[in-house]
């Protein structure tokens, strides 16, 4: 399985983003999927989770302005993101752990978006 992330772009302070990653194949079974993000001289941050049970947990950085969903039929994991500040600037990665598709399963990067964010 391999993950594609999309929706980055640049956008103004203030206002709201909605990344996605798509799986390639359908999936019959996964344990989690992650969002990080790395901005420009630092290190990848951890940004927020979701299990397939469906808990869902953030970093402080990022709880109450970002909304993490998943969307099982299009094989999909959103990143909803509000209020967004310089600081959130960065390339954002999903990663998604335990992804089960036909007879295998494996680990996965997605391939990163950048999202801009201009005060």
């Known amino acids: 399985v391999q993950l594609q992330a999309s929706g980055g772009g640049l956008v103004q302070a203030g206002g709201s983003l909605t990344l996605s990653c798509t799986a390639s194949?359908?999936?019959?079974?996964?344990?989690?999927m992650n969002w990080y993000r790395q901005g420009l001289g630092n290190q990848r941050e951890w940004v927020g989770s979701?299990?397939?049970?469906?808990?869902?947990t953030y970093s402080d950085s990022v709880k109450g302005r970002f909304t993490i969903s998943r969307d099982d039929a299009a094989n999909t994991m959103y990143l909803r993101m509000s209020s967004l500040q310089r600081e959130d600037t960065a390339v954002y990665y999903c990663?998604?752990?335990?992804?089960?598709?036909?007879?295998?399963?494996?680990?996965?990067w997605g391939q990163g978006t950048q999202v801009t964010v201009s005060s």
């Open positions: 979701i299990t397939s049970g469906g808990m869902i």
């Open positions: 194949r359908r999936m019959f079974r996964w344990q989690y």
């Open positions: 990663f998604g752990f335990g992804l089960c598709s036909g007879s295998e399963c494996s680990d996965a």
